[in-house]
């Protein structure tokens, strides 16, 4: 493979990632069958809407480098500084989104306590699965 498809094929990866990060699993529902205050109710949804806002605009720049990037390999000979420069921008939205979504877990796992917290991995888990399977 050239490298001009194995960069296309990096960008789209990357950006399928970004992606899954933020697709919607109904945490709201698992929250709720955890029988918590609605205090730390919101502040949980809150810290989810905003690690999913977070995705998704992270998911808009990964689509601007990934055109950038496409544009970039039409030539003939593109200029590999700008081809590293572009795939060094997308890895670090996807940092970006990985410790959003990270520092989200620590904060939830510090709301709910350790009781709740492994409730809600596994009712997450028994959703993930039952869905895989559709």
């Given at each position: 493979?050239?490298?001009?498809?194995?960069?296309?094929?990096?960008?789209?990866?990357?950006?399928?990632?970004?992606?899954?990060?933020?697709?919607?699993?109904?945490?709201?529902?698992?929250?709720?069958?955890?029988?918590?205050?609605?205090?730390?109710?919101?502040?949980?949804?809150?810290?989810?809407?905003?690690?999913?806002?977070?995705?998704?605009?992270?998911?808009?720049?990964?689509?601007?480098?990934?055109?950038?990037?496409?544009?970039?390999?039409?030539?003939?000979?593109?200029?590999?500084?700008?081809?590293?420069?572009?795939?060094?921008?997308?890895?670090?939205?996807?940092?970006?989104?990985?410790?959003?979504?990270?520092?989200?877990?620590?904060?939830?796992?510090?709301?709910?306590?350790e009781d709740r917290w492994l409730r809600f991995l596994r009712l997450?888990?028994?959703?993930?699965?039952?869905?895989?399977?559709?």
């Amino acid at each position: 493979m050239n490298f001009r498809k194995a960069a296309a094929v990096f960008i789209i990866f990357v950006f399928s990632g970004i992606c899954l990060i933020a697709q919607d699993i109904p945490e709201e529902e698992f929250l709720k069958r955890l029988d918590m205050d609605e205090a730390s109710f919101d502040r949980l949804i809150e810290l989810n809407r905003e690690t999913q806002q977070q995705a998704q605009a992270a998911a808009v720049e990964q689509k601007i480098l990934q055109a950038q990037l496409e544009k970039l390999l039409l030539d003939e000979d593109p200029d590999m500084r700008k081809v590293e420069q572009l795939l060094r921008e997308s890895l670090e939205w996807k940092l970006k989104v990985e410790l959003a979504r990270i520092g989200r877990s620590v904060e939830m796992r510090k709301i709910l306590g350790e009781d709740r917290w492994l409730r809600f991995l596994r009712l997450r888990k028994e959703y993930l699965n039952r869905n895989s399977k559709n």
